[in-house]
């Protein structure tokens, strides 16, 4: 459905070294970068984070999140203990969600700018 996702960021330096972090274990690299933008992606640049002027305010109750394909459930644990070594915040340990389905396996943080992700894997490890 999607081409791409862009979010806008205070300071697109410091969500590099989070994203290059919290992205690599679950397949995704920075594909392309210019002052002010990173574009992350597999094959291409689908998820892309630019400096903004008036990013988006922090909101936990707003619904909006990011989940990031996962290939499996060890990068699912990958992926948060990296977001947490790099400035993110918890939302949620690694672990089934059996609410979600008997294999959804996911964890859930919070980036440096409040956005909310989720990594997520649908195979029985």
């Known amino acids: 459905m999607f081409d791409h996702i862009s979010i806008g960021v205070q ?43 008036k990013p988006v305010p922090a909101d936990r109750d707003s619904g909006l999140h990011f989940c990031f394909a996962a290939p499996t459930r060890a990068s699912v644990d990958a992926f948060h203990a990296a977001a947490l070594r790099e400035g993110g915040k918890d939302n949620g340990q690694p672990g089934l969600r059996a609410a979600y389905g008997d294999n959804y396996y996911a964890a859930f943080v919070i980036d440096p700018d409040g956005y909310r992700l989720e990594a997520y894997c649908g195979k029985a490890d």
């Open 11 to 53: 300071d697109s330096d410091a969500s590099k070294r989070f994203y290059d972090a919290a992205l690599k274990p679950l397949g995704y690299t920075c594909l392309s970068q210019s002052p002010g933008s990173l574009g992350y992606g597999k094959e291409a640049a689908r998820y892309w984070v630019n400096d903004a002027g």
